[in-house]
């Protein structure tokens, strides 16, 4: 998130959460939830800052990856109170941000604290005692995300690496058919306040920004058992509004199938990994922050579908394979960099082995969800 040409730093601070929560009590309990809130202090992002060098070149990185996982460093010039540096993406990172420019790989953007106002999408806003409203068009659009959500190349020693690190804004301008990132990722919670003693609001927004793991039901599961062939047939396709797995370039999505005895004991298991695979110099996957080149790209693009065919054990023991869709917010074969990520199942299905051919839709037999 590069800014732009903006007044010294001095006092310019984003309020705390704490503080607009005394108004906005249920979307602040919403973003103490979401990946936001947790933006600064995830172990994958702290364990990323540690495993960076020193010097000029990769205090650049490591400032463009704090611009985002905590924009107040950016505004504050890197001094940022220790209340403040646990919020990450807070409030005043969206609500004071007036302005966005993007460009073909990323996007800069100005925010306005010293005027005191808050920009959100109300056509009619009011201004109170605490900050002042103003009305801003912006917050409907993609493009708000895009500050953050555009990086497609970065910058090593003065020389653009031509490697993306958040694909998200990317993947919108492809596939996103004029939908905003908002329709999907802040769904209305309904007819209420926004403001403790406001008026009830037609349609209010979701501070929750949900991810993979809570829009699952986008994507469809469809599988097919050919005992006579062999081999287990898993379809994929989805109906997001850009490819997955989406945001930053080291997430995954793993497509796992367990094979089980007549019993449930496992004996055996296949697996297939989607997303865009970075090498370093030597060839060796490699987090982004150490990466010199994009070895393959493995998404799935929206309204398409994607076949996958594993083969079956051939001792005669399987009885059922049980199929799972996870989430991997890191990818699991950059262990070292980012540890041990945590897996969300998307979508999953237990499928009988057993006749000559079988299809099993997605709302078919089995745990399907």
Sequence with gaps: MPEEAQPPAGRRRFSRAARCGECHEQLRKEWLGSAHARAAQSSAFQRALQQMGQ??????????????????????????????????????????????????????????????????????????????????????????????HHLMSFTWQGQARKIPVVTDYDGWMRYGQGRPCQSCHMPSRGSEPIARGGRVRPDVPSHAFPGAAALGRQLRLELSVDVRAGQLTVELSHAAGHMLPSGHVDRRLLLRVVYQDRAGSEIGSSEQSYGIFLVDDRGLPAPVFRATAVREDRRLPPGRVHREVFALPTDGRVARALVMLLSAPTAPELADSYGEPELSVLRSATVPIGGARQRIPRDGQGAER
């Design 55 to 148: 010097g000029p070149a990769w205090g650049a990185v490591r400032a463009l990856c704090q611009s985002c996982h905590l924009p107040e460093v950016r505004l504050a010039g890197g001094e940022v109170g220790p209340k403040q540096a646990h919020e990450g993406v807070t409030c005043d990172a969206c609500h004071t941000l007036a302005a966005v420019s993007v460009g073909p790989t990323s996007a800069s953007v100005r925010f306005d604290v010293e005027s005191g106002r808050k920009y959100g999408p109300l056509s009619d806003p009011a201004s109170n005692y605490f900050h002042g409203m103003a009305r801003s068009p912006l917050h409907e659009r993609a493009d708000l995300c895009a500050g953050c």
